[in-house]
């Protein structure tokens, strides 16, 4: 292989970035001058913009993930806009997306939606995307995160599905047929020992979920049952070793649970509660 190639290699590989192979590839091709694909066994340098290569490739040696430095992320059946001002869509919340499609099996309901802590969208998007007739509201508490969402919003034009607030629960009195939330959910502690891709590089306002990171599962236990029309279902995430403090939360709510599901780490990660 080229020298190029495996001198970069080796740079990743000493920084302990995971898969420098394909990370590497990712960086070349979003540095490419022409069409083609650029791959690693037949690299030709004159293929590349080499500056636009290099400072990429700083930014991957300080551990910034591929995402933010291509600015895309895929979740669902999409790619996202995202950057430091939003959490990179993970695969384990498209269960939330999928839970939602088992509970309302006609796609052409007219359900009234609201996504807490919306982010990059993503959840608001996938759910408008499978339910054309949906009406959504998706809040935020950041004004940076909103207008990443907007951006993504704009760029699928479902502004006539999605509407967009900054703004908390606090706020919220209409009643929804479903609702969702991938909330904060680290406890303050934790956040000292998450990887540096999480910590330098994911807003902390998308991480924090307090001393022990289940405020915003005492705040919605309250506020939730009080926002759901008669027959609606809340569908949450929940961190790795949360379901037992959230039960026990949720059991002094009006809210019957549902089911929960785990991710492929057989973590339980999401809860499903109905109002009945
Ligand atoms: C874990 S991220 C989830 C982002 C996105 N929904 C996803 O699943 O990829 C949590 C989001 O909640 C927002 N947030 C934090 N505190 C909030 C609050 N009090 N009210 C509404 N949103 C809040 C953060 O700005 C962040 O975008």
């Known amino acids: 292989m080229n020298d190029f190639i495996l001198n970069n290699l080796k740079k ?10 394909i990370d590497l590839r990712i960086l070349l091709n979003y540095s490419k ?12 340098i004159n293929k590349i913009n080499l500056k ?7 930014r991957r040696l300080a551990n910034e993930p591929i995402s933010k430095i291509i600015n895309k992320k895929s979740f669902w059946k999409d790619d996202f806009y995202v950057d430091k001002f939003v959490l990179d869509p993970r695969p384990e919340t498209e269960t939330i997306i999928d839970e939602s499609l088992k509970i309302f099996c006609n796609k052409k309901n007219n359900l009234k939606i609201l996504d807490i802590g919306t ?27 909103i207008k990443i969402a907007n951006k ?7 502004h006539n599905q999605i509407k967009l607030k900054k703004t908390t629960i606090n706020d919220i009195n209409e009643k ?13 502690k934790e956040l000292e ?28 236990a309250k506020k939730i049952p009080k926002i759901m029309k008669s027959n609606a ?44």
């Open 119 to 145: 982010g990059s969208g993503a959840i608001a998007i996938s759910l408008a995307r499978e339910f054309e007739n949906a009406d959504i509201l998706a809040i935020d508490i950041s004004e940076d995160a």
């Open 33 to 44: 001058k022409f069409k083609n694909e650029i791959i690693l066994s037949n690299f030709n």
């Open 12 to 21: 990743l590989k000493k920084n302990k970035i995971p898969n420098p192979e």
């Open 193 to 220: 020992n998450i990887s540096l891709e999480i910590r330098n590089f994911e807003p902390f306002v998308s991480l924090d979920g307090g001393e022990d990171g289940l405020n915003f599962y005492r705040e919605f």
């Open 176 to 188: 929804f047929d479903l609702i969702v939330s991938n909330p904060p959910y680290l406890a303050t």
């Open 233 to 276: 279902y809340f569908i949450i995430e929940i961190g790795a070793k949360q379901y037992d403090d959230c039960r026990e939360i949720f059991s002094v709510s009006s809210l019957k649970f549902q089911k929960k599901t785990q991710d492929l780490q057989k973590k339980d990660r999401i809860i499903v509660f109905s109002k009945l």
């Open 52 to 58: 636009k290569f290099n400072m990429m490739l700083s």
């Open 152 to 158: 993504n919003i704009t760029d699928k034009k479902l």
